[in-house]
């Protein structure tokens, strides 16, 4: 593949298809012998090679990519991730295979709790070096926009640590990050559900808003972590704090996180591996994104959350990493695979929830996760013919460039 630069737009032509990928509930949007052209980071034109360069010569550009032969498709927006921590668990996941389950390995001080030990003792650089390594590996293979959660630190010193590590990556990389507060990750060892709770309401989040870097403010609803009112407190003040609401949803057991997300006004309900008709109704009546999380269920070796119920009901699904010391894969490639493997969407859904549905779990409008005119101009070529390839061909990177707002980034 050959890329040259000069100085004014970008021209991605003679791809084998250039994938729009806009609406989960319409047939997939793609054009055949293509060129997309990008003009101050937007795609101004997508069409037929010849209607494209024709309106854009390729040596006016400043990147011309020669795509020929292979798929464009919208960059990976992955809209769920606990990307900044420290420490390794991999021996967990041996332990696993050997039998004990996830809330064994945390009853034994294991899981979250153990992560939290080794973040609270990384430095601030260290932290960022390795949030910085993750976003590379996304990067390579195509994310261009990605969630970050805080929730390692579970102390207002290393939660606005975290924060900060994220901003600063934000500011560094190419991949756009997306800051979550999720201080209410875990109950802190020692510590009395209740009295923690107090803490993260009226410590942790008057001083995250100060912070002013996180967007979003996520919950542990789960059966032996966060009640559903101890997350409706958590969440209600995150509202009075300025952070729009996410929760992390009937993962394990059913506890009612669906219902939660709906009385709040989320942006996102994740996981829901338990979710119910009723969840499911509920969801979709309230515009509340469900985000699927295959490589959790993977990892977990457990059965795959219903996807199919909440597009049969006229949903807009995402699916995303959930990239995490217990769910290491930085691949939004492999979750679309899973997705399809596990979830048995088409892989036109799958890629469209990775991209223009991440994009709708993180409340970002103007075009994200697709290559309309007008959209973002953040895009994958891939060194397939096809974006079936992309969960057809699994095991392998299929990315061969990345462009962020037009710029070659990744070859």
Do not use: W
Not at 239 to 259: M, N
Not at 296 to 319: K, M, N, P, Q, S
Not at 365 to 384: K, S
Request: with cysteine; hydrophobic share 40%; aromatic share 6%.
């Amino acid at each position: 593949m050959e890329v040259t630069m000069s100085e004014l737009t970008a021209v991605v032509h003679d791809a084998a298809e250039v994938v729009v990928a806009e609406g989960t509930q319409t047939p997939l949007q793609r054009v055949e012998d293509a060129a997309v052209a990008v003009e101050d980071g937007r795609v101004v034109a997508v069409g037929p090679t010849d209607e494209v360069v024709r309106e854009y010569p390729p040596e006016n550009a400043r990147y011309t990519v020669d795509a020929s032969g292979r798929s464009v498709v919208p960059g990976f927006v992955d809209s769920h991730t606990h990307a900044c921590f420290a420490g390794d668990r991999s021996d967990e996941f041996e332990a696993k295979l050997r039998g004990k389950t996830y809330q064994e390995i945390m009853a034994e001080g294991g899981g979250i709790l153990r992560t939290v030990r080794a973040t609270r003792e990384a430095s601030d650089d260290e932290l960022l070096a390795d949030l910085l390594s993750h976003l590379d590996t996304m990067l390579s293979h195509g994310t261009t926009t990605v969630e970050v959660k805080s929730g390692y630190g579970l102390d207002t010193e290393t939660e606005l640590r975290m924060l900060d590590a994220v901003r600063r990556a934000d500011e560094q990389h190419p991949v756009d990050v997306v800051a979550t507060f999720m201080g209410a990750h875990a109950v802190p060892e020692g510590r009395d559900a209740d009295d923690y709770v107090e803490e993260v309401v009226s410590e942790q989040l008057p001083a995250v808003e100060t912070q002013g870097v996180a967007e979003f403010c996520d919950v542990f609803c789960e059966e032996g972590v966060f009640s559903v009112d101890q997350s409706r407190r958590v969440l209600e003040a995150g509202i009075e704090h300025g952070l729009t609401p996410k929760v992390h949803a009937e993962e394990f057991v059913h506890l009612g996180g669906a219902k939660l997300a709906v009385e709040v006004g989320a942006a996102s309900a994740d996981h829901l591996l338990q979710a119910t008709e009723t969840d499911v109704q509920t969801l979709v009546a309230a515009d509340v994104t469900p985000v699927f999380l295959p490589g959790t269920a993977f990892t977990l070796d457990t059965e795959y959350a219903d996807a199919r119920a909440f597009l049969d009901a006229g949903a807009h699904v995402a699916v995303a990493t959930d990239f995490n010391p217990n769910c290491y894969s930085q691949s939004m490639p492999f979750a679309v695979a899973l997705a399809c493997t596990g979830m048995k969407l088409t892989p036109a859904e799958a890629l469209v929830a990775a991209t223009e549905g991440g994009a709708r779990a993180l409340n970002r409008e103007g075009g994200l996760g697709t290559l309309r005119e007008g959209a973002p101009a953040d895009l994958v070529v891939l060194d397939a013919p096809s974006y079936r390839h992309i969960p057809y061909n699994v095991g392998v990177n299929p990315v061969a460039a990345v462009l962020k707002g037009g710029d070659v980034v990744h070859v």
